[in-house]
């Protein structure tokens, strides 16, 4: 027996002293924000940025967390059940609807040709199809494929380009008892003129996982599309060993009357090692290393060069108690271009459910995209309070910064805030309403994220049927 764990235990170390030596001959630093989507091929992930409505996800990885390969919910932080409701034709569903109506104003720090300031009022209409199907005489692969389409109407015309689209694709097989496999497309557009109303965090209590919603308003659109197929290695019954090759495209359109456009491709791979401690306990070392190349028509905004981009965050998880979970990370981040830079890489996180209350906070300090396309790391912290006064009425309060830390001028920067009601009007349908908040500071950018603030209120109702497990 004791030689058995420190033989585990040198493997261990060896995985780690194999993955260190990127970081340790690393001179430069890295910036970039468009490494992978918030739900793309990664292992099961802590911090995972999610969506609603309008809202597309974005992830950090985290080994520390749950083992073993499934389809993340698109537009959420917990993995997609599999559920069927009362809109089910064979591997195809409905899985929920929303209807929102919303009154904003607007007031631009540089407006240009249009308005200083106005007041807008529309409809967004958005549902959530999937198609899931296990093959196999086990049922042990899974094919599924999740929509999330919208639509806005204003003054009686009808955009299907004005809000957030997404999209994902995930095919899991289990190679041998101890080898799986995950291919994994995660797609999401952002419409200009878009609207964000939603939670900023999403969180899955029971996991202790969350999901980072992009609530930055830009001038132009952003497309965003990641690809990527995990190989997951149960090392030992304790260790888990992961390899996820990476390819990614990304494109944003910047203020209109100039016709600015950003390209950007990256290629690249991540590994990660994780390592149960006890059964409350785990920590883990990731890193990652991609090559990015833009091509962008402004001299003013956006990355200027192509560049390296590694990162390296050791991550520690423990659960305290039944509902208490705390997740903490730390380690650098590089770029060898043309700014190039060391910085700290940081990740804090805690999520506590009580009986008639949730609550969940977190920071990340690294290279993830936030509906805004960059080469430098950023800083962004999220804060949700839930409280369910009775069955059926529930308030949830949210706010969030963002900050580009890693460049030569630190910014653009933007904070918001919201305040959301929910009225359970039957089992599936609910009103909602709320008030939101977003303020955006281009200091460093004022071509690809628009600059000023923007107040919202909106009203709704959404359907989401109750589901039964699939056998």
């Known amino acids: 027996m004791v030689s058995e764990r420190s033989r585990h235990a040198s493997e261990l170390l060896l995985a780690v ?31 995972q940025t999610s969506g609603t409505e309008a809202g597309a996800t974005q992830s950090e990885p985290n080994p520390a967390a749950t083992q073993g390969l499934f389809a993340q919910a698109l537009n959420s932080a917990s993995p997609l059940a599999r559920e069927s409701g009362p809109l089910q034709w064979g591997w195809l569903s409905v899985r929920s609807a929303t209807f929102l109506q919303y009154f904003t104003n607007t007031t631009l720090d540089n407006p240009g040709t249009q308005p200083a300031s106005q007041d807008l009022s529309g409809s967004q209409l958005s549902t959530m199809i999937v198609l899931s199907h296990a093959f ?10 999740q929509y999330a389409p919208s639509l806005f109407i204003s003054e009686g015309h009808v955009y299907t380009n004005a809000l957030n689209q997404s999209a994902g694709l995930d095919t899991n097989f289990q190679l041998s008892p101890r080898l799986s496999l995950q291919i994994s497309d995660r797609f999401s557009y952002y419409g200009n003129q878009r609207y964000y109303s939603g939670l900023s965090l999403g969180v899955d209590y029971s996991l202790g996982t969350v999901a980072q919603n992009n609530f930055l308003n830009g001038p132009g659109t952003v497309i965003s599309n990641s690809v990527g197929a995990t190989f997951t290695y149960l090392w030992s019954p304790v260790t888990t060993v992961s ?25 690249g791979g991540q590994v990660a090692v994780s390592h149960e401690l006890s059964a409350t306990q785990t920590v883990g070392i990731t890193y990652m290393g991609q090559y990015d ?3 962008n028509t402004s001299t003013v905004a956006g990355p200027q060069s192509n560049s390296v981009l590694q990162d390296v965050l050791m991550t520690y998880g423990k659960q305290i108690g039944a509902s208490w979970r705390l997740n903490l990370g730390l380690g650098l981040v590089s770029n060898t271009g043309i700014d190039s830079q060391l910085g700290l890489a940081a990740s804090a996180g805690i999520t506590k459910s009580f009986q008639r209350m949730d609550f969940a906070f977190n920071y990340h300090r690294g290279h993830q995209f936030n509906g805004y396309i960059t080469s430098g790391s950023t800083d962004r912290a999220d804060l949700v309070h839930t409280i369910r006064w009775s069955p059926r009425v529930s308030t949830s309060t949210s706010a969030a910064y963002f900050r580009t830390a890693s ?15 929910s009225l359970g009007l039957t089992r599936a349908l609910s009103l909602t309403g709320g008030i939101s908040y977003i303020k955006q500071t281009g200091t460093g950018d004022a071509v690809y994220l628009q600059s000023g603030h923007t107040t919202l ?10 589901a039964t497990l699939q056998h």
Not at 457 to 466: F, H, R
């Open 17 to 47: 002293v194999l993955l260190a030596p990127p970081l340790a001959f690393s001179q430069q630093s890295r910036d970039f924000s468009s490494t992978q989507d918030p739900g793309s091929a990664s292992p099961p992930t802590q911090t």
């Open 457 to 466: 209120a909106t009203v709704g109702i959404t359907w989401t049927p109750p």
């Open 293 to 295: 190349s833009y091509e």
């Open 243 to 267: 390899f996820t090759p990476t390819f990614g495209y990304q494109n944003s359109t910047g203020v209109v009357n100039s016709m600015q456009n950003l390209n950007a491709l990256n290629g």
């Open 407 to 421: 460049s030569p001028t630190p910014g653009p920067s933007g904070t918001y805030a919201t305040e959301l009601v």
């Open 136 to 145: 196999g005489a086990s049922r042990r692969t899974q094919l599924t494929v």
